[in-house]
């Protein structure tokens, strides 16, 4: 699987590269990133300590190749520190252990965009690497644009692979060796001018996902008469499938100002229902800086597997609680500070957070430095 | 099986849905000419308009949700893997 993966990739890339060859080639943008995340566990699975800490950074940069050709590029190695395990009642007479309290993860894509001058076409394929300890995963991503109606509108095909090797081991330390892990997204997307101030996108997403879908050390805790009484292993179906259809619309009152609402339904077949909806703004700030607020809304219904409290163990079940039901209220800003000649500099600041009904909460902040030519 | 079943059925309306729209409705789509499109082409207009900050968002949200995460297309792999 995974050599087929990579010849699969190999085939689509090179035969495009001679398109950007003999051109002048010349950068069009270049950005680096710190960031930082935090979750705070005040809840989401009673006897299990989900809180965490994630520290990254990220080079990306756009190069043109030829007139037809530009290439995007990006890498993150990020460190994500667990807190320790949680320690389970004497009742239940088990010992937890848990991921490694320090990872490393590694992710690296490099993609091609590929329009002809004058054409209406666009094709963008891509590559994806992601590795951390216990979790390697590849990737393919193909998009297909087409515009009509002189630019109005543009339709568009993206396709994702993403072949995982999951190490798997339980939550009393068993080693079950690698498994694999498939998932094929199709997403059929149009983006509309409805007039010269407003624009929107209604995307449709299908993604089916096979293999190991669930996560290594998660545990079940059943209870008796109310106590803790046992352990046992996660159990989740070898298949899911899941839809979303979301609908995005920007509009401008003014030049440089937009307001912006985004809305998204999604299903599965592991009973998730979950609404989502982001209302925004952009604008200008004194000076020449921007700056762009929003706020997150979601409701999810949680999976039918998903059992806070089980006394017997059912063919499928967790506790994973990104599984269970709650409501999420997030936000979040970006400033932008452009500097040097022209502005071809710029500092942004990004700040966000959310907190769960059922009590977890996390914020992240990004600083960014970004070049274009 | 119930839920699979019904799951199934509203993919499939949900993709003749969107087809029909598409081919109804794209011949007319034509609404602005390229000198008006001042406002819409501005990067406060953009749906993603900083690469890095949907890229850390999806991560951080998708892992906390069952759902995607977030709006657009969204390659959905896993662990963080996106």
């Known amino acids: 699987m995974s ?95 848990s991921a490694s309290s320090r990872v490393i993860a590694m992710d690296i894509s490099v993609g091609l965009e590929l ?55 339980t939550w009393d330390d068993r080693d079950l060796g690698r498994d694999i892990t498939a998932t094929h997204s199709a997403a059929l997307g149009w983006k509309q001018n409805v007039s010269r101030s407003v624009v929107t996108q209604l995307t449709l997403q299908f993604t089916r996902a096979d293999g190991y879908l ?13 106590t803790p009484s046992s352990v046992g292993d996660e159990r989740l179906p070898s298949s899911r499938n899941r839809l979303q259809l979301s609908v995005r619309v920007r509009w401008s009152p003014w030049l440089g100002t937009a307001l912006g609402w985004d809305g998204s339904t999604y299903l599965d077949d592991w009973g998730i229902h979950h609404f989502a909806m982001e209302p925004s703004t952009a604008l200008p700030l004194p000076g020449r800086a921007r700056g762009r607020f929003w706020y997150r809304l979601s409701d999810q219904r949680g999976s039918k ?69 | 099986m119930v ?17 029909l729209t598409l081919t109804v409705t794209l011949d007319a789509c034509s609404t602005t000419r390229f000198h008006e499109r001042q406002r819409l082409a501005h990067e406060c207009m953009e749906l993603d308009p900083d690469e890095s900050v949907s890229y850390l968002r999806t991560k951080m949200e998708a892992a906390r949700e069952g759902a995607f995460g977030r709006f657009g297309p969204v390659a959905a792999g896993g662990c963080g893997c996106q």
């Open chain 1, 3 to 97: 050599r087929r993966v990579r010849w699969t990739a190999i085939a689509l890339v090179v035969p495009v590269l001679p398109l950007g060859a003999g051109a002048e080639s010349r950068p069009l943008e270049a950005r680096f990133d710190l960031y930082a995340f935090s979750q705070e566990d005040n809840g989401g699975q009673a006897l299990r300590n989900e809180g965490m800490s994630y520290w990254g950074a990220r080079p990306a940069g756009s190069f043109q190749l030829g007139e037809s050709l530009t290439l995007h590029a990006s890498g993150a190695v990020a460190v994500i520190l667990n807190e320790d395990a949680a320690e389970l009642p004497a009742s239940t007479g088990a010992t937890i252990t």
């Open chain 1, 214 to 226: 669930g996560d290594s050390y998660n545990y079940i805790v059943f209870y008796r008469q109310g």
């Open chain 1, 115 to 169: 329009r002809r001058p004058g054409s209406p076409w666009t094709f963008r394929p891509g590559v994806y690497y992601h590795h951390q300890i216990g979790w390697v995963a590849e990737g393919i991503d193909l998009g297909l644009d087409r515009e009509l109606a002189g630019g109005d509108a543009v339709l568009s095909l993206t396709l994702n692979q993403r072949v995982a090797f999951p190490k798997l081991r």
């Open chain 2, 3 to 19: 839920l699979s079943i019904s799951f199934r059925r509203i993919a499939r309306c949900g993709l003749a849905f969107v087809a």
């Open chain 1, 305 to 373: 597997y998903f059992q806070s409290a089980p006394r017997f163990f059912e063919p499928f079940q967790t506790q994973d609680s990104d599984l269970g039901t709650f409501i999420t209220h997030g936000g979040g800003l970006t400033l932008a500070f452009p500097w040097g000649d022209e502005g071809r500099w710029e500092w942004r600041l990004t700040a966000f957070g959310l907190t769960r009904s059922d009590g977890i909460r996390a914020g992240g902040a990004d600083g960014e430095v970004v070049r274009t030519w």
